[in-house]
C-alpha cells in the first residue's frame, strides 16, 4: 500500500478523520491553557566517613576527602528511608506538599546524592527543596542512633550543592499535550482503516454474489501512476529507512516533549506499524506463512510489560516512575513493530535478503566510524546536531580505558557499539562466503567482516570480546576443515597484527579478563554490590516487578545486567519473557540449519543462532535492552531468523509436494495397463 492509499483511505473516511482530529487539537490546546507551568529546584548532599574511619587515612583537614564509595549501602538505605510513607508525612506536615524525588546522582559510583522538587510555585519550591536538604541529615542521624552507633562512628552529611534557583520544567506539559494529540490522530486513523476493512469485505462478498458497483462498470483503462506518493511501499522500504535513521542518528537526539524513546528512528518505527496495520485490515497484505513463532515470543514480553505497568500503578510510585513506565510501553512498541514488520510484512525472499544486505553495510559504516573516534580520541556523535532534535540526556565525554579511548560511534555507549557489531558480524561473515555474491568480488565481500571484527577490540571491552569468541565457537566447527584452518590461522595472524599496529591494546585487554578471573575487578566487584542491593527490590514485587522502566539509575543505580534489571522491572514472568525471546532465536537459527537445502542457507541458519546465542551471554554483562539502537537490531534480527525460516518451510514443502508427485507420477495406479514392453517368448523346439 502506498501513501497515496492511505491519503485516499483517510479522503474517503474524512466522518472519522475531521472530527477526532478536531476534538484531540482542542483538547491539546485545552491542557496548553490550563497545565501550569512547573518548576524544579535541585540539591546534592553526600556522606562522610565517620572521624573514626579518617583517621585510618591522611585528609588534610577537608572532611570531603572522607566521601569515599564504601558508603554507597548506606546511601542507598538512606534513599530508601526518605522515600518511605512515614518520611512523606513528616515531610508534608513540615510544608513539603509538592512532589520531590531522592536518588543518586547520575554517573556517580560515590555517596552522592540528588534531591529534588517540582512544583508550580518558585519561592514555594526552593523552601520545599532546603527543607528536603536539611531533613536527609536529620534521618541519617535518626538511623544511626536508633542502631545505637558511637558518636565518633556516626556517617554525617554534608552539602555538596546547595538548593538551586527553581528553573522551569515545560517538558512533562508538552508530553501531556503530545500525548493527547497523537492519541486523536492515532485513533482517527486506525478507526478509518478499520471502516475501509470492513468494507473491502463487503465489497467482496457483493462481487462473488455478482454484483458489480456503479463506479466499476465499464471503467477506461488507466494509466499506471507515477510519483513518491503512489510508490508501492513494502516492509524492507521502511525498515531500511528505520535502520539509517538508527545508525545515524545519536540515540541522544529525540524529538521534544517525547523524552529518551522520542527518537526519529523509534518513531519511524511505530508509523511502519500503523503502516502495516492499514495494509493488513484494507486486505493489501497477508501475514506470512510459518513466522509465527517471534510474534508469539513478543506477545509473552508484551504481557510481562503490560502486568508490570498494572504492578506500577498499583503502588506508589514516583512521577518520575510513571514517566518510566509510560515510555516502557513506546519502546515495547517499537520492538513490536520491528518483529511484526520483519516477521509477518516481508513476502519474498529477494527482499529480506536485500533488507540483510543494507543491515550488514550500515552497520559497517557505524564501525568506521568508531575507527574515527578510536584513532582520533574523540566521540564524533557529540558535533553532530540536528534541527528540531533536543538532547534528551547530558553529552557523554570520550571514555578511556588504559590509555585508549574507547569508541562509541553514533551508539549511546561503547558497550552498546560493542554489543551491536557482536551480533551483526555472523551475517558478514555468511554474506562473504555466500555462492550467490561471489561476483560482487573478495574486497566486497570480506570489507564488512574485516572492519566490524576489527572494530571489536577496540572498544577495550570485555563484551566485546567475549561475543566474538561466542561468534568464532559456534560459526568456525561447523565448516569444512579447510576453511576452519584457514580461519583460525588468520584469527591468529589478526591478533598479531593488533599487537603490532597498537602496542599494548591486547595487553590491556588481557589484563581485563586476568583481572576479573583473580576477583580483583573494580568494576566487576561494584557490579556484584548492586546484585546484592537489587535484592530487596525483588522481594517487594517478585511475580510482575515495579514497572517496566522504571528502574532508572536517576532513582536507583545501574544494574549493568538485564537479568537482574529485568527481574526488579518486570519480576519472574518477565525475566521468563526475556528468556522465551532468546530460546526463540536459537531455535530459528537451529531450524533454518536444519530444514535448510544447501550450504548457504545451512550457514545462514548458524548466523541466526550465533547471534541470538550473544545475546543471551552479553545481557548478562550490561543493560542490553535499554541501548536503543543495539535492542532494535536484536529485535529486527529475530523477527528476520522467523521469515528466513517461514521461507525455508515453504521451500522446503514444495520440494516435499514436487518429490511426491513425481513418484506417484513414476507409480501406475493399480488397474492401468503398464506401458512398459512385454517380452515375447520364443518357441522353444
Given at each position: ?15 472519522f ?52 564509595g ?24 513540615r ?24 512544583g ?15 531533613f536527609a ?122 523524552g ?18 492499514a ?33 506500577d ?62 584513532f ?46 557482536a ?112 535484592v ?23 544494574t ?20 522465551a ?13 536444519r ?42 534480527v ?26 506417484e ?12 514392453r ?8
Amino acid at each position: 500500500m502506498s501513501l497515496g492509499d492511505l491519503l485516499a483511505i483517510m479522503r474517503r473516511r474524512w466522518y472519522f478523520m475531521v472530527p477526532l482530529t478536531l476534538i484531540s487539537l482542542l483538547a491539546g490546546g485545552y491542557l496548553y491553557r490550563t497545565v501550569p507551568v512547573s518548576y524544579e529546584s535541585q540539591s546534592s548532599v553526600t556522606l562522610l566517613d565517620s572521624t573514626a574511619i579518617a583517621e585510618l587515612a591522611p585528609t588534610f583537614g577537608n572532611p570531603l576527602s572522607n566521601a569515599g564509595g564504601s558508603l554507597v549501602v548506606t546511601a542507598d538505605v538512606l534513599i530508601r528511608t526518605l522515600q518511605s510513607g512515614d518520611s512523606a508525612k513528616e515531610l508534608h506536615s513540615r510544608g513539603v506538599t509538592d512532589r520531590y524525588t531522592v536518588g543518586f546522582a547520575p554517573d556517580a559510583d560515590s555517596p552522592l546524592l540528588t534531591l529534588s522538587v517540582t512544583g508550580t510555585d518558585q519561592k514555594k519550591v526552593l523552601h520545599e527543596t532546603t527543607v528536603l536538604t536539611d531533613f536527609a541529615g536529620e534521618q541519617l542521624k535518626a538511623l544511626q542512633a536508633a542502631s545505637k552507633v558511637p558518636k565518633t562512628y556516626l556517617v554525617q552529611t554534608a552539602p555538596v550543592v546547595l538548593p538551586q534557583t527553581p528553573v522551569s520544567e515545560p517538558k512533562s506539559r508538552y508530553q501531556s499535550i503530545a500525548a493527547v494529540v497523537i492519541v486523536g490522530l492515532v485513533g482517527a486513523f486506525l478507526l478509518s482503516i478499520l471502516a475501509e476493512g470492513v468494507a473491502v469485505v463487503r465489497r467482496r462478498g457483493r462481487a462473488q454474489a455478482g454484483y458489480v458497483p456503479r463506479r466499476h462498470r465499464l471503467k477506461p483503462p488507466e494509466r499506471a501512476p507515477r510519483g513518491l506518493l503512489v510508490r508501492r511501499l513494502d516492509a524492507t522500504t521502511i525498515l531500511t529507512g528505520y535502520l539509517a535513521l538508527a545508525f545515524f542518528v545519536p540515540s541522544n537526539l529525540t524529538l521534544p516533549a517525547l523524552g529518551g524513546v522520542g527518537t526519529p528512528a523509534n518513531v519511524f518505527a511505530l508509523l511502519g506499524l500503523l503502516w502495516y496495520l492499514a495494509t493488513w485490515l484494507g486486505g493489501r497484505i497477508v501475514p506470512a506463512k510459518g513466522t509465527r513463532l517471534p510474534r508469539v515470543a513478543m506477545c509473552l514480553l508484551a504481557a510481562a510489560v503490560l502486568l508490570s505497568y498494572l504492578a506500577d500503578a498499583t503502588r506508589d510510585s514516583s512521577h518520575e516512575e510513571v514517566l518510566g513506565a509510560d515510555r516502557g510501553l513506546i519502546g515495547l512498541g517499537v520492538w513490536v513493530a520491528l518483529v511484526v514488520l520483519a516477521s509477518a510484512g516481508i513476502q519474498e525472499r529477494s527482499r529480506l535478503e536485500t533488507l540483510m544486505r543494507r543491515l550488514v553495510v550500515l552497520g559497517t559504516v557505524v564501525a568506521l566510524i568508531g575507527y574515527y573516534d578510536f584513532f582520533a580520541a574523540t566521540n564524533i556523535a557529540d558535533s553532530i546536531h540536528i534541527p528540531g532534535l533536543q538532547s534528551s540526556s547530558a553529552g557523554i565525554s570520550a571514555m578511556d580505558r588504559g590509555s585508549f579511548t574507547r569508541p562509541r560511534s553514533t551508539t549511546a555507549h561503547p558497550l552498546e557499539f560493542g554489543g551491536m557489531l557482536a551480533i551483526l558480524v555472523p551475517f558478514a561473515v555468511h554474506q562473504a562466503f555466500d555462492p550467490v555474491r561471489r561476483h560482487a568480488g573478495a574486497l566486497r565481500r570480506w570489507a564488512p567482516v574485516a572492519i566490524m571484527a576489527g572494530a571489536l577490540p577496540l572498544t577495550v571491552s570485555r563484551t566485546s570480546i567475549i561475543g566474538a569468541f561466542i561468534v568464532i565457537l559456534v560459526m568456525v566447527p561447523r565448516w569444512k576443515p579447510q576453511r576452519r584452518w584457514a580461519a583460525i590461522g588468520l584469527i591468529v595472524g589478526s591478533v598479531a597484527g593488533f599487537k603490532v599496529i597498537i602496542p599494548g591494546l591486547i595487553g590491556t585487554i588481557t589484563n581485563l579478563f586476568a583481572s576479573f578471573l583473580a576477583g580483583s575487578d573494580s568494576s566487576t566487584q561494584a557490579r556484584t554490590v548492586k546484585y546484592s542491593a537489587i535484592v530487596p527490590y525483588l522481594e517487594e514485587h517478585p511475580w510482575f516487578g515495579r514497572g517496566f522502566g522504571t528502574f532508572t539509575p536517576d532513582l536507583y543505580f545501574f544494574t549493568d545486567n538485564q537479568y537482574m534489571l529485568t527481574l526488579a522491572e518486570m519480576g519472574i514472568l518477565g525475566l521468563v519473557a526475556l528468556l522465551a525471546l532468546f530460546v526463540t532465536g536459537i531455535h530459528t537459527g537451529g531450524a533454518v540449519r536444519r530444514l535448510a537445502r544447501n550450504d548457504s542457507d545451512r550457514e545462514l541458519g548458524q548466523a541466526f543462532l550465533a547471534s541470538a546465542l550473544v545475546a543471551l551471554v552479553i545481557s548478562a554483562t550490561f543493560d542490553a535492552l535499554s541501548f536503543p539502537m543495539y535492542a532494535g537490531m536484536f529485535f529486527l534480527v529475530l523477527g528476520a531468523g522467523g521469515s528466513y525460516l517461514g521461507f525455508i518451510r515453504r521451500e522446503a514443502a514444495e520440494a516435499e509436494a514436487e518429490s511426491k508427485a513425481r513418484t506417484e507420477a513414476a507409480v501406475p495406479a493399480p488397474g492401468e495397463p503398464s506401458e512398459a514392453r512385454v517380452p515375447e517368448l520364443v518357441e522353444s523346439r
